[in-house]
């Protein structure tokens, strides 16, 4: 019985695996290519995605590779819903402390995603919908989580969505982005700058230690988020940054 136990529990950890290399892949990846990241024999590989394929948490596309499957976004969705729920006391806290709102994101594929917000209190103030998908180059969360990867992962992805322009101050060249993603790993935080809506400016810093890479910011009109708001906004940014991650940590 423990032999028996043992090999289920390893079959799980191996479609969790298998699930993570595909994400970590962009989302759809070859049987051969499996094999190789996961050290797995075909066999085995091809068994456990007959499974995943079978339940909906993968698919293979018409080409013969693999990808994530539909019912992985049900998943996805209500966890992050949740989380975001949970670390609501801590974006209040940002409102309380800064006056603007206050914003969590996460990667989801190529893009970042609201999964929750403390509006401000002010009548002109920055609202973003939860559940809204933006790209990852001209928001400032989005910027926050880019510089949590390599450049090589950044062209990858950027290979894949391009770089289309929200306003007339997006970034718009790979070698803009790249520069920008060094300027935030040096400083410790991301700003978008008129980028994704005209008048609004945002600072934002990535959550440390999550298991999807996350990024909380605080944003408003630019009348009132300016530099003399930064020195004030990226200590508590970073106080509340490394209160949410170990409130996922503990969860």
Do not use: W
């Not at 032999?3 to 695996?17: I, P, Q, Y």
């Not at 499957?69 to 801590?90: D, H, I, S, T, W």
């Amino acid at each position: 019985m423990a032999s028996a136990a043992s090999d289920g529990v390893k079959s799980v950890a191996r479609v969790f695996d298998l699930l993570e290399l595909i994400a970590d892949a962009g989302g759809d990846v070859t049987l051969s290519e499996l094999s190789a990241a996961a050290d797995l024999p075909l066999p085995t590989i091809h068994r456990l995605l007959r499974t995943l394929v079978a339940r909906g948490y993968a698919r293979q596309l018409a080409n013969r590779r693999y990808a994530l499957g539909p019912r992985l976004v049900r998943l996805g969705e209500v966890a992050n819903r949740k989380f975001g729920q949970v670390a609501m006391p801590q974006l209040k806290q940002l409102v309380e402390r800064l006056g603007e709102t206050a914003n969590l994101a996460t990667i989801d594929g190529d893009r970042v995603v609201y999964i929750s917000q403390a509006p401000s209190p002010h009548a002109m103030r920055m609202f973003t919908e939860v559940g809204r998908r933006s790209h990852l180059h001209s928001t400032s969360v989005g910027k926050a989580i880019l510089a949590q990867l390599d450049d090589d992962q950044v062209r990858e992805i950027i290979a894949r969505t391009g770089l289309p322009r929200d306003t007339e101050r997006s970034i718009d060249t790979l070698d803009a982005l790249l520069a920008d993603l060094a300027v935030t790993r040096e400083r410790g935080y991301a700003i978008d700058d008129n980028e994704q809506e005209l008048g609004v400016r945002c600072y934002a810093m990535a959550v440390p230690d999550m298991p999807v890479l996350t990024a909380v910011s605080v944003s408003g009109p630019v009348a009132r988020v300016d530099e003399a708001f930064a020195a004030r906004a990226v200590p508590v940014l970073r106080e509340v940054a490394d209160e949410i991650s170990a409130l996922a940590m503990s969860a």
